[in-house]
């Protein structure tokens, strides 16, 4: 009976490991968007939209890290508690990530390194997919091994604008998406490697994570560089200085700071 009721193998490891990665994912945001202001290219003086967008999306890192943390030390009623809110913060997420691209793209500020109709494409589907993410995971969440995977590819999506900012963008056009998307991979990558090790084989929750991002990947260039995305565009930015700028051509360099949102 001992047996029987004592930690599944390897669980405890599990626990360790998602904690460990979920600061690193942390830390990784938190560098990028420290390197963004550093740099001068950000500033607190942003429009209101840009820090509610930051206090959402910063919220969520946060209350991961804490869910990770409460795991860990067995405080799993207080986890389950936190989980619907991380459900309905998740949604507020995908409003105000959407609205916040489309607020860009109407005002002709999207980064020069990004086609504009990608840059709307590219940040309404990554969204999506982190939501799309989060909900498989909410709908698993009585199956503890795809719950956390699944909430674990999800975070792992919103490290894409941190590397955006770390790596040398303007000096990867016109491939730079394809660098972000190849960052972001290396944290399902790890957490095969890890699955491998202690269990023998990768979580089939894992190869859906991935697998997920990876299509979701391709679909923002198909759409892109259809008549949908040009379309979409045009839809967004009707009537607003963003139609002026051509969707599929790449902008010019900033005089000054690009402020996200502005």
Same mark, same amino acid.
């Given at each position: ?9 390897? *669980?405890? /490891?599990?626990?360790? $490991? ?7 994912? !942390? ?6 968007? /420290? ?6 290219? /950000?500033?607190?003086?942003? =429009?209101?939209?840009?820090?509610? #967008?930051?206090? +959402? ?6 209350? *991961? ?25 998740? /949604? ?6 959407? *609205? ?8 002709? @500020?999207? =980064? ?23 909900? !498989? ?5 009585? %199956? ?16 894409? =604008? ?5 790596? &040398?963008?303007?000096?990867?056009? &016109? ?5 972000? $998307? @190849? ?14 090790? %202690?269990?023998? #084989?990768?979580? &089939? ?7 997920? +991002?990876?299509?979701?990947? @391709? @679909?923002?260039?198909?759409?892109? #560089? ?6 979409? *565009? !045009? !839809?967004?930015?009707?009537?607003? =200085? ?21």
């Amino acid at each position: 009976m001992a047996t029987l009721a004592g930690p599944r193998p390897g *669980y405890g /490891s599990d626990d360790r $490991f998602f904690l460990t990665m979920a600061v690193a994912m !942390a830390l990784t945001i938190v560098a990028g968007f /420290s390197l963004q202001l550093a740099m001068g290219r /950000s500033t607190f003086a942003a =429009p209101p939209l840009v820090h509610l #967008h930051a206090f +959402i999306f910063f919220g969520w890192v946060a209350l *991961y890290v804490t869910q990770n943390v409460l795991v860990t030390r067995g405080s799993i009623a207080l986890h389950r508690r936190l989980g619907w809110l991380g459900a309905g913060w998740a /949604s507020a997420m995908i409003v105000v990530g959407i *609205y916040t691209t489309v607020t860009m793209a109407r005002n002709g @500020a999207t =980064p020069f390194f990004f086609l504009p109709a990608y840059f709307l494409v590219m940040n309404g589907l990554a969204i999506l997919c982190f939501g799309g993410l989060v909900a !498989a995971a909410i709908l698993l969440r009585k %199956r503890t091994e795809w719950h956390r995977r699944l909430l674990f590819c999800a975070m792992a999506t919103l490290t894409g =604008p941190a590397f955006g900012r770390l790596l &040398p963008m303007p000096l990867m056009i &016109p491939y730079a998406e394809w660098g972000v $998307f @190849a960052a972001v991979m290396i944290w399902p990558g790890i957490a095969m490697i890890a699955d491998l090790r %202690r269990r023998g #084989h990768v979580h &089939p929750a894992l190869w859906w994570g991935a697998g997920t +991002i990876a299509a979701v990947q @391709a @679909a923002m260039t198909l759409v892109t #560089h259809s008549a949908l995305g040009v379309a979409l *565009y !045009a !839809a967004a930015t009707a009537g607003t =200085p963003g139609a002026d700028v051509p969707p599929l051509e790449f902008p010019p360099p900033p005089a000054g700071p690009l402020i996200t949102g502005r």
